[in-house]
């Protein structure tokens, strides 16, 4: 079986994680952005519709306002549209006359003045009637403003004077009947002619009436004398053919035998009516983003509508077609950018989701990499102590089985044997030792104390010479024989501070690192000019220095910082030949924090490492 295929399962499960997990992300925020801009360019379509939906409430304000404005004229009485007029019921012995009250009236917002005329009956032989009502001041001090009003309504008598009966005709739609007192009517059509005649046929005409048929106000629009439009409104008054045999001898009463056909109506302002009612009624209608359009000069917006039009004005043919055109134009930079805001917003979102996301898989792939690293170096350390088992246990075992069997009978033989099976049984001791020593150290029981460095070193020096005895860390060693000479060099300072420590932290540092040293960068004393390994102690400003020299291959710097990891060793478990378990360089780097202490590698000058323990003084 493959011993990588389950780390390779494991990222292969990470990386199909990682892929579910941003795979809806991406989907949903994919779909989220696009609805977006379908939104955008959906509210954008609608912008015509809403502008066109607009322009129809304006229109429908406007025409309210104009509607109540001519309903209200509508209901002034027909008789006051003249000099004089008589009020109903007030006729007695004597004739009663009154002046129009259309000489004095306030007049509305856009009317300019009332006028009245008749164009084919006795009335015509007068002039149009102009009525200004509250205006008569400014006719007294502006006479050429009077005597334009006076011309443009001479203006519009005499267009309708020209045009054929049919076209006249086709204005008169809605028609209210009504009764008024014969005596109203007759004052209406011959006063002041005829005001012998009337004064004397006043108890004639007492308790009769005539019947009176007034139409509804039209609109029109025609050019005036200088040429600029001329707005006014309507209406049709027409008086029931009166007897002709009950009028004769009576000439007052002439004038009604063929029927009168009065017009009545309103001089209005142009002005008024095409730019400051749009502009009151878009203040009532159009909303903050909608505009109400009316220069022509300016670019018209999404939705164009002829007031004029709208109203049912008839307009003259001679006007320029585009008198009274307007248009809404709807402002979309407020939609523009709170979709904008949206979309900064979303991206906002989303890169924080992003880099949480990253983040969290990034911490995630670090997570399973190091359990996977580390599941790695357990089994490299389950291999590493098989291998270191297995040697000594066979050695013991066959020594321990030619000593039964009696191979031989020689005591120094004997006595070899005994050494190798306890060397071999002192290796078991020292792997299982340092087992117990890493759970040890990693709860934390060590209790630091001063002591001289020096001093602990010198007392392992038996213990670190080839050949020497294995023993447990912080004991005695049996001392190594001298057929050759030492591979260790001791370079201490005399003047070298106490420094907390505990016997057995320098021990397990000091022959963990001179072990390392021998199996990584073995010594060849057989080679010229060879260098042993150096073990030295030294201050170092207001620290302790101690360290292990030698003249090996040297350590990666992408390695410095993993060596001292729990079961990791350099390269695979399957093709090393060099002894060990991954836990010598650990068990330093706990040590030396035990006692707070830090261990470092360094590159040595010329070539090898320099394993560095610095340690605080007592002082």
């Given at each position: 079986?493959?011993?990588?295929?389950?780390?390779?399962?494991?990222?292969?499960?990470?990386?199909?994680?990682?892929?579910?997990l941003v795979?809806p992300?991406?989907v949903?925020?994919?779909?989220?952005?696009?609805?977006?801009?379908i939104?955008?360019?959906?509210?954008?379509?609608?912008?015509?519709?809403?502008?066109?939906?607009?322009?129809?409430?304006?229109?429908?304000?406007i025409?309210?306002?104009?509607?109540?404005?001519?309903?209200?004229?509508?209901?002034?009485?027909?008789?006051?549209?003249?000099?004089?007029?008589?009020?109903?019921?007030?006729?007695?012995?004597?004739l009663?006359?009154?002046?129009s009250p259309?000489?004095?009236a306030?007049?509305?917002?856009?009317?300019?003045?009332w006028l009245?005329?008749?164009?084919?009956?006795?009335?015509?032989?007068?002039?149009?009637?102009?009525l200004?009502?509250?205006?008569?001041?400014?006719?007294?001090?502006?006479?050429?403003?009077?005597?334009?009003?006076?011309?443009?309504?001479?203006?519009?008598?005499?267009r309708?004077?020209?045009?054929?009966?049919?076209?006249r005709?086709?204005?008169v739609?809605e028609?209210?009947?009504?009764?008024?007192?014969?005596?109203?009517?007759?004052?209406?059509?011959s006063?002041?002619?005829?005001?012998t005649?009337?004064?004397?046929?006043?108890?004639?005409?007492?308790?009769?009436?005539?019947p009176l048929?007034v139409?509804?106000f039209?609109?029109q629009?025609a050019?005036?004398?200088?040429?600029?439009?001329v707005?006014f409104a309507?209406?049709?008054?027409?008086v029931?053919?009166?007897?002709?045999?009950?009028?004769?001898?009576?000439?007052?009463?002439?004038p009604?035998?063929?029927?009168?056909?009065?017009?009545?109506?309103l001089?209005?302002?142009?002005?008024?009516?095409?730019?400051?009612?749009?502009?009151?009624?878009a203040?009532?209608?159009?909303?903050?983003n909608e505009?109400?359009?009316l220069?022509?000069?300016?670019?018209?917006?999404?939705?164009s509508?002829d007031?004029?039009?709208?109203?049912?004005?008839?307009l003259d043919?001679?006007?320029?077609?585009?008198?009274?055109?307007?248009?809404?134009?709807?402002?979309?930079?407020?939609?523009?950018?709170?979709?904008r805001?949206?979309?900064?917003r979303?991206?906002?979102?989303?890169?924080?989701l992003?880099?949480?996301?990253?983040?969290?898989?990034?911490s995630?792939?670090r997570s399973?990499?190091?359990?996977?690293e580390?599941?790695r170096?357990?089994e490299?350390?389950v291999?590493?102590?098989?291998?270191?088992?297995r040697?000594?246990?066979s050695?013991?075992?066959?020594?321990?089985?030619?000593?039964?069997?009696?191979?031989t009978?020689?005591?120094?033989?004997?006595q070899?044997y005994?050494r190798r099976?306890?060397?071999?049984t002192?290796?078991?001791?020292?792997?299982?030792?340092?087992?117990?020593?890493?759970?040890?150290l990693?709860?934390?029981?060590?209790r630091?104390?001063p002591?001289?460095?020096?001093?602990?070193i010198?007392?392992?020096?038996?213990?670190?010479?080839?050949?020497?005895?294995?023993?447990?860390?912080?004991?005695?060693?049996?001392?190594?024989?001298?057929?050759?000479?030492?591979?260790?060099?001791?370079?201490l300072?005399d003047?070298?501070p106490q420094?907390?420590?505990?016997s057995?932290?320098?021990?397990?540092?000091?022959?963990?690192?001179?072990?390392?040293?021998?199996?990584?960068?073995?010594?060849d004393?057989?080679?010229p000019?060879?260098?042993?390994i150096?073990?030295?102690?030294r201050?170092?400003?207001?620290?302790?220095?101690?360290?292990v020299?030698?003249?090996?291959?040297?350590?990666?710097?992408?390695?410095?910082?993993?060596?001292?990891?729990?079961?990791?060793?350099?390269?695979?478990?399957?093709?090393?030949?060099?002894?060990?378990?991954?836990?010598?360089?650990?068990?330093?780097?706990?040590?030396?924090?035990?006692?707070?202490?830090?261990?470092?590698?360094?590159?040595?000058?010329?070539?090898?490492s320099v394993f560095?323990?610095?340690?605080?003084?007592?002082?």
């Amino acid at each position: 079986m493959n011993p990588t295929r389950p780390i390779h399962q494991k990222r292969t499960a990470l990386l199909l994680y990682a892929l579910l997990l941003v795979l809806p992300f991406a989907v949903l925020g994919g779909l989220q952005w696009r609805q977006i801009g379908i939104d955008l360019r959906s509210e954008r379509a609608r912008i015509p519709e809403e502008a066109r939906r607009t322009a129809q409430r304006l229109t429908d304000a406007i025409k309210r306002r104009v509607d109540r404005l001519l309903l209200l004229e509508s209901q002034r009485n027909p008789t006051h549209f003249a000099e004089w007029y008589t009020p109903p019921g007030t006729s007695g012995e004597s004739l009663q006359l009154l002046q129009s009250p259309l000489h004095t009236a306030k007049r509305p917002a856009g009317v300019v003045a009332w006028l009245a005329y008749d164009l084919f009956g006795e009335v015509n032989k007068q002039p149009p009637l102009l009525l200004l009502g509250d205006g008569q001041q400014q006719a007294d001090e502006d006479p050429l403003w009077s005597e334009g009003l006076k011309l443009t309504v001479g203006g519009i008598f005499d267009r309708n004077l020209a045009e054929d009966t049919l076209k006249r005709a086709s204005r008169v739609r809605e028609v209210r009947e009504s009764t008024v007192e014969l005596v109203e009517v007759a004052v209406l059509c011959s006063y002041p002619q005829q005001a012998t005649c009337l004064r004397t046929c006043l108890g004639y005409m007492r308790g009769q009436s005539e019947p009176l048929s007034v139409s509804d106000f039209h609109l029109q629009c025609a050019p005036g004398v200088n040429g600029d439009p001329v707005l006014f409104a309507t209406r049709r008054m027409i008086v029931s053919n009166y007897p002709e045999e009950l009028a004769s001898g009576r000439p007052c009463l002439k004038p009604l035998v063929s029927g009168p056909r009065l017009t009545q109506g309103l001089l209005l302002d142009p002005r008024w009516f095409l730019e400051v009612l749009p502009a009151e009624a878009a203040d009532e209608v159009l909303g903050a983003n909608e505009r109400l359009i009316l220069d022509p000069a300016v670019p018209p917006g999404q939705a164009s509508f002829d007031i004029l039009s709208e109203l049912g004005v008839e307009l003259d043919s001679s006007l320029p077609p585009e008198l009274g055109r307007a248009s809404i134009a709807i402002d979309s930079a407020a939609m523009e950018q709170r979709y904008r805001t949206q979309r900064v917003r979303f991206l906002g979102l989303a890169l924080m989701l992003i880099v949480s996301l990253a983040f969290g898989l990034v911490s995630l792939w670090r997570s399973v990499t190091q359990q996977i690293e580390q599941v790695r170096r357990m089994e490299n350390f389950v291999a590493a102590v098989t291998h270191e088992l297995r040697t000594p246990l066979s050695a013991i075992r066959l020594h321990g089985e030619m000593l039964l069997d009696g191979w031989t009978t020689s005591g120094e033989q004997q006595q070899e044997y005994y050494r190798r099976i306890v060397r071999e049984t002192g290796r078991l001791s020292s792997l299982v030792e340092r087992v117990l020593e890493k759970s040890r150290l990693t709860s934390g029981q060590t209790r630091a104390v001063p002591g001289d460095l020096n001093h602990e070193i010198r007392r392992l020096q038996p213990s670190l010479a080839l050949g020497a005895l294995q023993a447990e860390p912080g004991q005695a060693a049996e001392p190594a024989r001298d057929e050759e000479p030492s591979d260790l060099v001791f370079l201490l300072e005399d003047d070298v501070p106490q420094v907390f420590l505990t016997s057995e932290a320098i021990a397990t540092l000091v022959s963990n690192l001179v072990e390392n040293a021998r199996k990584y960068a073995p010594v060849d004393r057989r080679a010229p000019g060879w260098e042993p390994i150096r073990i030295s102690t030294r201050r170092d400003g207001s620290t302790v220095l101690l360290e292990v020299a030698d003249r090996g291959p040297g350590i990666p710097p992408e390695e410095s910082e993993k060596i001292f990891e729990a079961f990791y060793r350099i390269g695979n478990e399957a093709t090393r030949t060099a002894p060990g378990t991954g836990l010598g360089l650990h068990l330093c780097y706990l040590q030396a924090r035990a006692i707070g202490g830090e261990i470092s590698v360094h590159a040595r000058d010329g070539g090898g490492s320099v394993f560095r323990v610095r340690l605080e003084p007592v002082d």
